[in-house]
């Protein structure tokens, strides 16, 4: 089983700025969307952006939309996550995980009991 890096989180006032980076090997990138969700203690996982570099699609859910986006770097073999105009509620554990099924689109909703792989997780708090 391949686990994914995730990297990237930190301490930002609201308004400000922050990037996530989700590492994957090769063949999962090309083969398998990657989603980013975020967990909150207490809460249910919540998936919020979705790419799929086999079909050339991105889904975000509507808590993000507009704020943040998703994409692969190519030449270092990671899925960023652009987040901007970060509100205190953003803040939670973020993770990354592979669609289960490989050449597919991102499923929608993206519900956490269809990703593999996770990772670690990286904290981000949004806090003044």
């Known amino acids: 089983q391949v686990q994914l890096v995730e990297s990237g989180g930190g301490l930002v006032q609201p308004g400000g700025s922050l990037t996530l980076s989700c590492a994957a090997p090769?063949?999962?990138?090309?083969?398998?969307?990657i989603a980013w969700f975020r967990q909150v203690p207490g809460k249910q996982r919540e998936g919020i952006a979705c790419?799929?570099?086999?079909?050339?699609?991105?889904y975000y859910a509507a808590s993000v939309k507009g704020r943040f986006a998703i994409s692969v770097d190519n030449s270092k073999d990671t899925v960023l996550l652009q987040m901007n105009n970060l509100k205190p509620e953003d803040t939670a554990v973020y993770l990354c995980?592979?669609?289960?099924?490989?050449?597919?689109?991102?499923?929608?909703?993206?519900?956490?009991?269809?990703?593999?792989?996770w990772g670690q997780g990286t904290q981000v708090t949004v806090s003044s």
């Open positions: 995980a592979r669609y289960y099924y490989s050449d597919y689109d991102c499923p929608v909703p993206m519900r956490a009991g269809v990703f593999e792989d």
């Open positions: 090769r063949f999962t990138l090309d083969d398998y969307a």
């Open positions: 790419i799929s570099s086999t079909i050339g699609n991105s």
